[in-house]
Structure formats: structure tokens, C-alpha cells
């Protein structure tokens, strides 16, 4: 039992790791949207065919969605803080254009 225990606190510990965390990736300041995702997101975000990025709900399918979530993370996505300005915009764009909405 108190193996158990420890199974399932280290488990919990593992799928927080990521909350909270900030990755401080800077694309430079011509970098598209297309190269930015390749090196910030797909680490954890493969694309799923062909050109599509990702899947998305229909609240997230617009970019004011798209980008607080890259900047503020989530359960277990780092928040990229200095993905902003224009970057921010054809990372966002990027991500609209080349996902499919999930209705």
C-alpha cells in the first residue's frame, strides 16, 4: 500500500512538473511563424498530417486564444513569455491557418 502511495504522489508530481514553468525561447525577429512552431512547440505538438499542426475547439480557433495560451501555458505547456509582438502574431497565425477546428 504505501508503495502505492508513492507510485501515485510521484505520477502527480510528474504531470505538474510543467505547471508554472516558463520556457525562455526567443525567435529571432524574422523568424516565421512555421519556424517558430517547429522550434518551440513540436517537442510536445506533432503535427498530425500533412499540413496540419494541431487540432483545435472552436473557442481556441482564433488567435487572441492561441496566443495567451502560448504565453501563459497551461497544466503541463510552458508559458513562452518572450514569444510576443510580431512574433506572436505569425506564431498565432501560423497555428490558425494550418490546424483543423475540432466541432
Known sequence: MKRMNCVIAGSALFVLVGCGATNDYTPPADATGESIFSTA???CH???SGNVAMLLSEDMAN????TKKFQSGSMR???FKNINGEAADRLAEYVLTHSDTNR
Open 46 to 48: 506533432k503535427p498530425l
Open 77 to 79: 505547456m510552458p508559458a
Open 63 to 66: 488567435k487572441e486564444s492561441i
Open 41 to 43: 512547440c513540436t517537442e
